[in-house]
């Protein structure tokens, strides 16, 4: 069985690592879902899910100041 909260419904907007991310802030592991956020965004700094992962995160983790970098830098990598 899953834990309670996990999502795993193919039509469900997230997926992948994002799926994984918002799964852990469900379950209240925001330490863990940060981490991972931060890694992801890491490896992938122009993937728009990493850096929406880590917004979300950090929203989660109450650095809104950080969380709105984040947000903001979206716009940056796709302008138009």
Known sequence: P???GMLSEPSDA???K???VMSLLRWGAVDQAL???R???DVEPT???AVLALGETLEASHDTREAA???GSLIDL???
């Open 78 to 80: 796709h302008p138009g």
């Open 69 to 71: 970098r984040a947000f």
């Open 35 to 37: 981490a991972a956020a």
């Open 39 to 41: 890694a992801w965004q």
């Open 14 to 16: 997230h997926e992948g």
């Open 2 to 4: 899953e834990p309670p």
């Open 47 to 49: 993937e728009v899910a």
């Open 18 to 20: 994002l799926l994984a």
